[in-house]
């Protein structure tokens, strides 16, 4: 989670230009991923995939089931 959590910081520190645009074009990052403790593969890309719909819903985070 802390690697996770860097790497989506330094994503939204980094700026992101455009030819066409002027200004700073914000990019932000919604990460989301789960740790193995046991069980079968179905059941960890399950956990995985909640943990992304919920740090999209959230916005801009990070969520580790």
């Known amino acids: 989670q802390v690697v996770a959590g860097r790497l989506r910081q330094s994503i939204e520190s980094t700026p992101f ?3 066409f645009n002027q200004g700073r074009l914000p990019i932000t990052v919604s990460i989301g991923g789960a740790v ?3 069980g079968d593969a179905e059941t960890f ?3 995985a995939g909640q943990g992304l719909v919920q740090a999209k819903q959230i916005r801009n985070t990070v969520t580790i089931k």
């Open 17 to 19: 230009t455009l030819p």
């Open 36 to 38: 193995w403790h046991s």
């Open 45 to 47: 890309m399950n956990e």
